[in-house]
């Protein structure tokens, strides 16, 4: 499956983003979705994921209660809702499809497909 995300730019903090990604080439429903960010000179970090029939979420510690992950499979699109954004949410995010346990939903190694990445900044 191809991913495209889009929707980065430049926020204050306190602001809020819709980051999307589109994807194409198989069946959408099949995968797990996940959103992952990194910035500058750290680790790839899980931010969000949602399960297959979008029935189920999952977050990052650090963005529960100000992202929202959601899907349309009709529309074969994830989206990330950021709001309440800070200065360490700096970074690109990334879109991944994958099949794994859910019990692995959080690891991205275990993500089969990745989109190029979106930049967020947010400025403090």
């Known amino acids: 499956v191809q991913l495209q995300a889009f929707g980065g730019g430049l926020v204050q903090a306190g602001g809020s983003l819709r980051l999307s990604c589109a994807a194409s080439?198989?069946?959408?429903?099949?995968?797990?979705m996940g959103w992952f960010r990194q910035a500058p000179g750290k680790e790839r970090e899980f931010a969000a994921a949602?399960?297959?029939?979008?029935?189920?979420?999952y977050y990052g510690d650090s963005m529960k209660g100000r992202f929202t992950i959601s899907r349309d499979n009709a529309k074969n699109t994830v989206y990330l809702q950021m709001n309440s954004l800070k200065a360490e949410d700096t970074a690109v995010y990334y879109c991944?499809?994958?099949?794994?346990?859910?019990?692995?939903?959080?690891?991205?190694?275990?993500?089969?497909?990745w989109g190029q990445g979106t930049l967020v900044t947010v400025s403090s």
């Open positions: 991944a499809a994958g099949t794994q346990v859910v019990s692995s939903i959080r690891n991205p190694f275990l993500y089969a497909f």
């Open positions: 080439g198989r069946t959408f429903s099949n995968y797990h």
């Open positions: 949602i399960s297959r029939s979008g029935g189920v979420t």
